[in-house]
């Protein structure tokens, strides 16, 4: 791979990829996506928030699910950090506590491609859909 | 924290919690004394005098949430066991800076982590913060500007995966030395 060391190589590689990317759809949707919040405070970042976040950005895309990923602060649930919030369209937001990358994979296969829930969501931000 | 890079992320957290919209990290390595300082400077609402004088105190937090206040007690701990230093300065409304230094050979030093890494994804995730960077060691310096970067991009339908990876290349591209015992490749 070339090497992009300079704003002008930066440049140059955005003009390629956009030949490659115009059959992406594009547009604001952000409304219709899967909201994906890791807590990103220090008693996240210390427990491993940091690996959570980062796989979730590199698994949505390859397992072609339609989501943004934001870091937000402590949601006072220190003790079962890292915690992460999941606002899947249209529902109310699920906060999964000790996610790592295995239960950060059961999350995706099973909560945002089925809607089933999965162990460890932190009861007290549970709302019982009506 | 399992290194200093992750306590960088930790601090400019704190940034993000005061609403800045502007986040200036600069990273100096010092080869002969072998020292490592970053400063976080934002442009969020800065603390009063009776909060300065709290700060560090682990069970002080301007957060509701919960009743302690970790990141910059733990990171006090880390740079005083290398004979480092931590110095804080806020005005209120106006920012705050936080200057923290590790002594690079004290045997209590953690690792540098992977500075990149932390940014790349920091930047990722928070598109809206304009973060500028300034790295720099011995004769060498890199200076960077998320928005600038961001401008380059705008209007490509990328995920954050491939941006991510685009900025951590960059990056690393422009900042591996800082890694190196004398900067030099």
Known sequence: MTKVKTL???????????????IREKGDRSEQLIQVKVAMATCGI??????????????????????????????????????????????????????????????????LKAGELVDGIIPQTFKKPS | MENIALHMLDIVQNSIEANAS?????????????????TISDNGRGMNKEEIAKVLDP??????????GMGLSLLKQQVD????????????????????CFNLSHIDCPPMGNFE??????????????????????????????KKFLEIFEGLP????????????????????????ECTI
């Open chain 2, 117 to 146: 890494d932390s940014i790349s994804t920091f930047i990722t995730v928070n598109p809206d913060i304009e973060l500028i960077l300034k790295v720099s060691c011995a004769t060498k310096t890199f200076l960077f500007e998320s």
């Open chain 2, 158 to 181: 990328l995920t954050q995966s491939e941006l991510r990876k685009y900025l951590y290349d960059f990056l690393s591209e422009n900042m591996s030395w800082i890694y190196l015992t």
């Open chain 2, 22 to 38: 502007r986040i200036y990290i600069e990273i100096e390595k010092d080869t002969t004394k072998q020292k490592l300082c970053i």
């Open chain 2, 81 to 100: 066991q290398t004979g480092g230093c931590l110095q804080i300065i806020s005005e209120q409304n106006k920012g705050t800076s936080t200057k923290f």
């Open chain 1, 8 to 22: 002008d190589d930066l440049v140059r590689l955005r003009d390629e990829l956009r030949q490659k990317l115009e």
């Open chain 1, 46 to 111: 210390a427990s491993g928030a940091k690996q959570v976040m980062d796989y979730f950005i590199e698994e949505l895309p390859k397992r072609n699910i339609s989501a943004v990923v934001t870091q937000t602060g402590c949601m006072g649930y220190c003790y079962a950090e890292p915690t992460v919030e999941i606002t899947l369209p249209g529902k109310e937001p699920v906060v999964f506590g000790h996610v790592n990358k295995d239960k950060a994979d059961e999350i995706i296969e099973k909560y």
């Open chain 2, 59 to 68: 069970f002080y937090t301007s957060r509701t949430t919960r009743k302690v």
